[in-house]
């Protein structure tokens, strides 16, 4: 989706749409990453992971519990957890068009690196 958007001239819509899936695909990327540590966490210690934790339980549990957050990254995944919310199409007069920006996709793409970066230590 990077490559596209810097590859190709996109506006309006496509653009911010293009945004969203950037930004709503971090934040699953986020989700699936917090329970597989969980998971592990949790195995390790003889204890049953849970068949359907939501994001919401996952990143509580991720900062207060695992130390795989820390509160910057709690509080930007938890708002990014909004967004990815809205990933349906909204009313006629939501303006899709200016709703999601590069700076906020880069903005997702960045912590997301931070994110990696801490899981690697």
């Known amino acids: 989706m990077v490559y596209l958007y810097n590859d190709y ?3 309006l819509t496509i653009e911010s749409l293009l945004c969203k899936d950037i930004m709503v695909a971090v934040g699953g990327i ?12 949790r195995k390790k210690l ?5 068949e359907r934790t939501d994001f919401t339980k996952l990143l509580g549990a991720a900062y207060n519990e695992y130390g795989l957050l820390n509160k910057d990254l709690w509080h930007f995944f938890h708002d ?3 967004v990815r919310n809205n990933v349906h199409l909204r009313a006629a007069d939501f303006k899709e068009h200016s709703a999601y920006t590069i700076d906020q996709a880069n ?3 960045e912590k997301l690196e931070e994110f990696r970066k801490g899981l690697s230590i």
């Not at 986020?30 to 966490?41: K, N, Q």
């Open 9 to 11: 001239q996109v506006y």
């Open 107 to 109: 903005q997702c793409i």
């Open 80 to 82: 990014l957890r909004k």
């Open 46 to 50: 003889g204890l049953p992971m849970e």
């Open 30 to 41: 986020v989700e699936a990453a917090l329970f597989d540590g969980i998971e592990t966490s």
